[in-house]
Nanobody, 125 residues
Framework: QVQLVESGGGLVQAGGSLRLSCAASGRFLSDYSMGWFRQAPGKEREFVSSVNWSGGITYYADSVKGRFTISRDNAKNTVNLQMNSLKSEDTAVYYC??????????????????WGQGTQVTVSS
């Protein structure tokens, strides 16, 4: 069992940056592929980015490609999401998730076993 806690959300103006962090406890994060998802009001939760156990394979949603960067530090048991050039449409609750047994970082919500409680990101235009 792994527990995930997100931090770093907040209010930022369009064009600004935020760095989200996800801290894991209970298990070594290197056992999992990790992902970031988001859910805007009235919308379904959607994939943002994912990374495999070593950090060598990453995927991004088209909507964030070139603006967001996912990274992980297995020694610190953390996963980060650097978000630059933020847009109002990036406003959402952002969730960190862990997928066990996945050599290729999944993009499907159903592949993730553990979830954090989420952190709010609000981008004002």
């Amino acid at each position: 069992q792994v527990q995930l806690v997100e931090s770093g959300g907040g209010l930022v103006q369009a064009g600004g940056s935020l760095r989200l962090s996800c801290a894991a406890s209970g298990r070594f994060l290197s056992d999992y592929s990790m992902g970031w998802f988001r859910q805007a009001p009235g919308k379904e939760r959607e994939f943002v980015s994912s990374v495999n156990w070593s950090g060598g394979i990453t995927y991004y949603a088209d909507s964030v490609k070139g603006r967001f960067t996912i990274s992980r530090d297995n020694a610190k048991n953390t996963v980060n999401l650097q978000m630059n050039s933020l847009k109002s449409e990036d406003t959402a609750v952002y969730y960190c998730a862990a997928a066990s047994g996945a050599r290729i970082p999944p993009v499907l919500i159903s592949k993730y076993n553990y979830w954090g409680q989420g952190t709010q990101v609000t981008v004002s235009s």
